[in-house]
């Protein structure tokens, strides 16, 4: 009855891989496996983040990542206990943490005729680096005819009185007016906690000069 009963514990703490996987930074972590031995093995999580395991007594939760409800336990007048043991396991992952922030407000200064190059850009930068200058160079920008969503390779290059940094970055654009959104992903080539990478966003806006579009954003130095 004990091996019966052990089995039966392993059976159901299986069905809660697929029911209680959290997303973290877009990506589903996946209980791979949870061995007889105790071993829990949790793919598809960031590097450089942390983790935390999460268990319920059912998969609608409520969870909990400790035993406070397992200790002290009063124990009735019939000489019973019943309590919700752990039978479900999920892993909740933690964005690593941020060593820096950038401002910037950039513009298209130049469509240059020269191979592999497509537009140069200039602008102010601001947070951890003081307030400084930016710059730029395109190299790559291609629009999906469906979806309108415009791929962009690009160098920012962001120089302050306190840092300056050149990060390679990749950008997805929606749409091509003002308020259009776009995420960026990158890592630091030069300078400043270079290899770290880069995560940020921008927002389309209208200026005064330089054909009246600009963009502002923020970049994160994981």
Known sequence: MKLINTLKLAGLAGVGFT????SALGQSPIISSFGQNGQLVCTNLQPGSTASVEWASSALGPWT????????????????????VPMFYRVRGTPPPTFGNVTFTKWITA?????????????IAGG??????????VFKMSTDGVTGVTEIVAFYRLNGPTHSLTALVQIMQTGTVTGSKAVI?????????????????YTQIAIDHDGGTGYQGTLDIK
């Open 185 to 201: 992903l990158g890592v630091v080539t030069d300078g400043w906690l270079k290899v770290h990478s880069v995560a940020g966003e």
């Open 128 to 137: 951890d680096v003081g307030t400084g200058t930016f710059a730029g160079e």
């Open 19 to 22: 029911l209680a996987t959290m």
């Open 111 to 123: 469509f240059p005729n020269q191979p592999g190059l497509i537009a140069t850009m200039a602008g």
């Open 65 to 84: 990542t400790n035993w406070a409800g397992l200790e002290s336990v009063p124990v009735g007048s019939n000489g019973l206990i019943q309590v919700g």
